[in-house]
């Protein structure tokens, strides 16, 4: 079955500055690549996602890329502010025959002002 | 409020007592999941449902949980006999399920379960 693999597990950077997290998978099925937002006791929320056929995905500030012959894709935040402090989640998904997401353990995010 | 609702948001009970937890998903929703997460970790699939089907379960869920989706609507997640390894946050997600692609997964806020 698909395993998900993040890091790093925490991050802290300075407002304005970028921050990179990396994830890794290992079904090469796998086609859809969302990554998900946690504030601390609230839901995950999706703030982007990638499927297999584009490289690289970009809203406004944040960015997906996917290397599939790698199996890695990572989220980019650029000029980060204190309210990008979270959990960050990425997933995987495989198209056949299931359609559950298989979640990273997470990347706690800080942004210090 | 058109997002995914659970009831309740906090449960408390004491070891061996059975529970029960609802999700409401979005309406004309036909893709139901339940996860578990724990402190400091990623969501872990339970179960999902297409309408009243449950399609799939997760080896993690022992035969102490049950989850139906009688009518294609909501969702009840039941475990019976607590331990305090059940301590959880048991969140439910919705998608709309339509044509091949995979949808998005839209989280409620979660039943946060404390067993004593």
């Known amino acids: 079955g698909e395993n998900v693999e993040q890091h790093p597990s925490t991050l802290s950077v300075q407002e304005g500055d970028s921050a990179v997290i990396k994830c890794t998978y290992s079904d090469s099925a796998s086609n859809y690549f969302p990554w998900y937002k946690q504030e601390l006791g609230k839901r995950p929320q999706l703030i982007i996602d990638i499927r297999s056929n584009v490289g690289e995905k970009k809203d406004q500030r944040i960015a997906v890329t996917l290397n599939k012959t790698a199996k890695h894709f990572s989220l980019h935040i650029t000029e980060t502010q204190p309210e990008d402090s979270a959990v960050y989640f990425c997933a995987a998904i495989t198209a056949y025959n299931t359609d559950k997401l298989i979640f990273g353990t997470g990347t706690r995010l800080q942004v210090f002002p | 409020d058109t997002g995914v609702s659970q009831d309740p948001r906090h449960k408390i009970t004491k070891r061996g007592q059975n529970v029960t937890f609802r999700c409401d998903p979005i309406s004309e929703h036909n893709r139901l999941y339940w996860y578990r997460q724990t402190l400091g970790q990623g969501p872990e699939f339970l179960t999902y449902?297409?309408?009243?089907?449950?399609?799939?379960k997760s080896r993690l869920l022992s035969d102490r949980f049950s989850a139906e989706r009688p009518k294609g609507s909501f969702s009840t997640l039941e475990i019976q006999r607590t331990e305090q390894g059940d301590s959880a946050m048991y969140l439910c997600?919705?998608?709309?399920?339509?044509?091949?692609?995979?949808?998005?997964?839209?989280f409620g806020s979660g039943t946060q379960l404390s067993v004593l």
């Open positions: 997600a919705s998608s709309s399920g339509q044509g091949t692609v995979n949808e998005k997964l839209f």
């Open positions: 449902f297409q309408n009243e089907a449950q399609l799939e």
